[in-house]
């Protein structure tokens, strides 16, 4: 059974940096590709980074160079490092993998950013 288990949100003021964290039980994260979406309030989830099972990364324009997507192998972790944050930045963030053609979501962790 593949669980995943975002953690590191909160409420930060505008600027500051929030690390989110997604860890696995039940697959190796370092095997996957690796995606980390947000709900904003009131609309659709949206992509907004990965990273690919040899390490390609890639971002939604509207966080592009203000957040990190990273693994750590060794904990069976991926971490979303996120900087210069805004209050659009608001929103349920969720971690999602593909095992087995079966999509797993984590059950969220929320980020409030106040301006």
């Known amino acids: 059974q593949v669980q995943l288990v975002e953690s590191g949100g909160g409420l930060v003021q505008a600027g500051g940096s929030l690390r989110l964290s997604c860890s696995a039980s039940g697959t190796f994260l370092s095997a996957r590709a690796v995606a980390w979406y947000r709900r904003p309030p009131g609309n659709e989830r949206e992509l907004v980074a990965s990273i690919t099972s040899v390490g390609t990364t890639s971002y939604a324009d509207s966080v592009k160079g203000r957040f990190t997507i990273s693994r750590d192998n060794a904990k069976n972790m991926v971490h979303l490092q996120m900087d210069s944050l805004k209050p659009d930045d608001t929103a349920v963030y969720y971690c999602?993998?593909?095992?087995?053609?079966?999509?797993?979501w984590g059950q969220g962790t929320q980020v409030t950013v106040s301006s």
């Open positions: 999602n993998t593909i095992v087995a053609f079966n999509s797993y």
